[in-house]
């Protein structure tokens, strides 16, 4: 019961290490080209063109939206840039990206918060979330949910077990 209050805390801080290629080679990318990967980055699909009025319209208030959010950093949008690289080949999809501030964990929660105040459904438009704050806030919440399943299964368990040892309730809850 006291360790329930704990999964608020949990983190997924750490998980590449620190000599991997990845983080290299991250750094090399950086370094050489001011290039760094976005730690969200929104697929907004749309039923029809998104370079039409009213599916721009919804892409640049999303990329407000995004904007507007604290602990988020540059944002950049199809809509904003113009750069055909956010753009699909059919027309039909384009990206929302931004860089969000502060450690893992608090990064992860700013994706967790903004894709719930986005929603998945705009009009003719489905936002679809990724990036790497995105796949943290996942699997932060996989692994609270995996957590409390295995507590709710274990404490029963191993009291049960307790009992049996030591044939006495008040020994077992010792």
Known sequence: LFGTGGLD????????????????????LGERYGFSAPDLVLLL?????????EVAAVGRAVEGQVRR???VGPVSSYWSANDPALLSRDARSAL?????TGDESRRAKT?????AALGEHRGPVTVMPTGTAWTHAESLEDNRADLLRAELISAPACALILLFVFRSLVAALL
């Open 45 to 53: 699909r749309a039923t029809s063109d998104v370079r039409t009025p």
């Open 96 to 100: 929302v990206t931004a860089d969000l």
């Open 9 to 28: 805390r949990l983190s997924i801080t750490g998980a590449a290490p620190s000599p991997s290629a990845a983080i290299r080679d991250g750094a090399t």
């Open 111 to 115: 994706a967790q918060r903004l894709v």
């Open 69 to 71: 959010t604290p602990g």
